[in-house]
């Protein structure tokens, strides 16, 4: 999984190399201290909202859990 661009500002876009339809992809954005702050299917996710600082994308595929990535909000 990629996502980008890494640092943003407006918006994330999460990119992968699944292409199985039949697969449920969801994304979560949370702060450090695991509260969850966006939960989408979504793979371009609205980050606007969010004040500067650290969060972590967390990916599951089928809700479960395969992948999470730091990102960076200016």
Do not use: M, R, W
């Amino acid at each position: 999984f990629t996502i980008y661009p890494n640092p943003s500002i407006h918006s994330i876009n999460v990119s992968s190399n699944i292409n199985n339809s039949t697969e449920v992809i969801s994304y979560q954005v949370s702060d450090l201290n695991g509260k969850i702050l966006i939960d989408t299917e979504q793979s371009s996710i609205d980050i606007s909202a969010l004040s500067k600082g650290i969060y972590l994308v967390h990916i599951s595929i089928n809700q479960s859990p395969v992948a999470t990535q730091k990102l960076v909000k200016q």
